[in-house]
């Protein structure tokens, strides 16, 4: 396979690849680092779904956000450049503030993507809505009702039915990277040198802000910096319930624990 990988990226990238190391968190792709004649090196992604990807990276780097830049596009094959990472995150909180707002001040026309995306067999539907309640309820909640116990899939439609109370109408469409947690932002020195596996779409930029406290602890400072609007904090359970069922489903019960307390937070 790796012989397979490095011609087809040699080939792509027009110099010579000397080998292919897998990394780790390749759950939902396959990754290697690759060894570029002349010593550079490249980052390989593998998957159905890569020329999505590619357009979100882009979609990053537009807004002024750091993003390792996408050197070539095969069938199922996305080559991008390694970034430099010290993995210092607990360095980086303020930096990462100031990133968000040049990524969040990217607004879209509506809420949503142009296209579908997915993590692994959990599909991510991103078509549009006219307002945001209904993103949430259709796209982000209601979608997993097939998917889980019949319990559980009852409470999680009737917090549906209520987000026209609980969530903001119209609020800016900001860019989202979608899946923003620790081991998607790479920093050194302090500050954020990338964002890397995107699962972007238009929407409430809370969203990223709380799917980062799911694996990763932000200081008060870091949230006094986004300037999040009044009563985000009780916000957070709901749009944290999206990225623990898509868990959920992929991980098994491990996460059902997580799942609960969110509901019980807003039931």
Known sequence: MQTSLTERAAALLGTPVLGAAALSGGD??????LRLEGGGSAIAKQGPLVSVEAEMLAALAA????????????EDLL???????DGRLATSWDNLAATLHLLHSATGHG??????????????????TGDWPSFWA???????????????????????DRLPDLLPAQPAPALLHGDLWGGNILVAGGRVTALIDPACYHGDREVDAAMLTLFDAPPARFFDALALEAGWQGRQ?????????????????????????ALAAVE
């Open 138 to 160: 259709e796209r982000r909640l209601r979608c997993h009702l097939p998917h889980l116990p019949a319990t559980l899939a009852r409470r999680i439609g009737r917090l549906a």
């Open 28 to 33: 939902l792709s396959a990754v290697h680092r």
């Open 63 to 74: 807004s002024g956000a750091p993003a390792p830049a996408v050197l070539a596009l095969g």
């Open 111 to 128: 809420y949503g993507w142009h296209a579908d995306y997915a993590f692994g067999r959990v599909a991510i539907p991103n078509g549009a």
């Open 237 to 261: 359970p709901i749009y944290s319930l999206w990225p623990l069922l898509v868990h959920l489903r992929l991980f098994g019960s491990s996460y059902a624990g997580a799942v609960e307390a």
């Open 79 to 85: 080559l991008i450049a390694e970034m430099p990472s």
